[in-house]
C-alpha cells in the first residue's frame, strides 16, 4: 500500500512512505492565477511540490499530523490545501446541494486526518471536524477519517 | 468610527481581483473616509498597527478551498486580543453558485473573532463571483448592492441583514437547480474554461495527468 505522509508534529516516525515534512519546507502561498487550470493543466507556476503532488496522486492512503492553530488548520495546512487546486479539472459538477470540481486523476488516496489540538468546545471541534470532510469530500477522498494523533498507528507507538 | 477594509485575496488591490472590485464598491458610498489594505501586498506590522488604531475591521476573502486563503487565515490568527470595543465582519465571495461553499469557514470566522473578544458584525457568503474580475461589467448590479451595503453599514455600523441573506441565495442548489446546471455544463464549459483554454494553447492539454505514474512508477507519458 502507497501512502504519502504530511506531518507538522515533528515527534511522528513514519516508514516507508513520502513524508512531507511541513515543519521544515515552507510551501509557497497559492496566488490565485489559475495557470495550472488555464495554461499549464495540472500544473502549478510554483515547482516546490512536484514530489508531493506525485505522491498524492499515486498514493492508496494519505495521512496528514496537523497541529491546529486557535482550532483549525494551520496556515502552513492550509496553503498545502490551497496549493492542491491542480489535481482537479476547472470544470465542475452539481451533486447534493453543492458544487464539485470534476477529477483530473483516475483516483485520489484514502484520508486519515489526525490532529494534535485539545479543543475547548464542542463547537470548534465541530467545525473543524465539518471542515476536514468539506476539504477531503471535494478532493474525492473515497474514506476519510478524523482523530486525534494518539490514536495514530504510528503515534501511538 | 474608524473602519479599515482588509482585502484577503493574494493578487492584493488590484482591478483584476475580485476582493478588491468589492472592497472597492462597499467603501465607494461611505461618507466616512475607509481605506482598503492588501494583506498579501503590505508590510505585516505597519499594518497591524493600522489594525489596532482601528474601531472596526471587514475583512474581504476570496473562498479558498472552502475557507480563505493561507495567507489571510495567518494574518487572522496574528489578530491581536479584543477588549470588546473592536468590531468585525467578513465578506467571502466565492466562484460556485451556492454560498454554503463558505458556510464551515462563517461558522469558525464568528467562533474565533468572539473568542479574541471582538463584536462579531456578520460573514456575507456571497457565490457566483468567479467572473468577477474577468468581467466586471457583468456584475454592476452585484457592484450597486455592494455599495448600497457599504452606505448602510458606515450609517449604522451594522450589516444589514437583509443584504446579508440576499447576497446568501441560493445557498444550497435545488434539486432542480443540479438538474439545470448538469444539462447545462457542456455549455458551460464550451464557452467557459475551453475558451480561455484555447486562447493559451492549453485546450489539448487540458485533462493532462503530469504526476500519474504506471505501475511500477513510470510516469505516464
Not at chain 1, 496528514?64 to 491542480?86: C, E, N
Request: glycine residues 6%; aromatic residues 14%.
Amino acid at each position: 500500500m502507497k501512502t504519502v505522509s504530511i506531518k507538522e508534529c515533528t515527534d511522528i516516525p513514519i516508514r516507508d512512505a513520502f513524508v512531507l515534512d511541513l515543519m521544515e519546507t515552507e510551501v509557497n502561498h497559492c496566488i490565485g492565477c489559475w495557470t495550472c487550470w488555464w495554461r499549464t493543466p495540472g500544473q502549478c507556476i510554483h515547482s516546490d511540490l512536484e514530489n508531493f503532488y506525485r505522491a498524492y496522486v499515486n498514493a492508496d492512503r494519505a495521512v496528514f499530523y496537523a497541529r491546529l492553530q486557535d482550532g483549525f488548520v494551520s496556515s502552513r495546512m492550509k496553503s498545502l490545501f490551497d496549493r492542491m487546486i491542480p489535481l482537479f479539472l476547472p470544470y465542475t459538477t452539481y451533486r447534493d446541494g453543492g458544487t464539485y470540481h470534476t477529477p483530473r486523476y483516475p483516483r485520489y488516496p484514502d484520508v486519515e486526518f489526525y490532529f494534535d489540538h485539545e479543543f475547548v468546545d464542542d463547537e470548534s471541534y465541530r467545525i473543524f471536524e465539518d471542515y476536514i470532510h468539506k476539504v477531503f469530500d471535494q478532493f474525492h477522498a473515497k474514506k476519510i477519517s478524523i482523530r486525534p494523533i494518539s490514536e495514530s498507528r504510528e503515534g501511538s507507538r | 468610527m474608524n473602519t479599515i477594509v482588509l482585502n484577503g485575496s493574494p493578487k492584493g488591490n488590484v482591478e483584476k481581483c475580485g476582493s478588491y472590485l468589492l472592497a472597492k464598491a462597499f467603501v465607494s458610498r461611505m461618507t466616512t473616509p475607509c481605506e482598503i489594505h492588501s494583506i498579501a501586498k503590505e508590510n505585516r506590522e505597519s499594518l497591524m498597527d493600522s489594525v489596532r488604531r482601528a474601531d472596526c475591521l471587514i475583512m474581504i476573502a476570496p473562498n479558498y478551498i472552502h475557507s480563505i486563503p493561507s495567507g489571510a487565515l495567518a494574518f487572522l490568527h496574528a489578530l491581536p486580543r479584543s477588549d470588546g470595543q473592536k468590531s468585525v465582519g467578513f465578506i467571502i465571495q466565492s466562484g460556485y453558485p451556492e454560498s454554503s461553499e463558505s458556510e464551515i469557514v462563517c461558522r469558525y470566522l464568528k467562533w474565533y473573532c468572539e473568542r479574541l473578544g471582538y463584536e462579531f458584525l456578520g460573514a456575507v457568503s456571497k457565490g457566483e463571483c468567479a467572473g468577477l474580475a474577468i468581467m466586471p461589467d457583468r456584475y454592476k448590479k452585484l457592484l450597486h448592492d455592494f455599495s448600497e451595503f457599504g452606505v448602510r453599514f458606515d450609517k449604522t455600523g451594522r450589516f444589514d441583514e437583509a443584504y446579508v441573506d440576499g447576497f446568501a441565495k441560493p445557498v444550497r442548489l435545488s434539486k432542480f437547480l443540479i438538474f439545470l446546471l448538469n444539462a447545462l455544463v457542456p455549455v458551460s464549459k464550451a464557452f467557459g474554461w475551453n475558451m480561455i483554454l484555447k486562447a493559451n494553447h492549453a485546450y489539448e492539454r487540458r485533462l493532462d495527468m503530469p504526476y500519474l505514474e504506471r505501475a511500477g512508477g513510470e510516469p505516464v507519458a
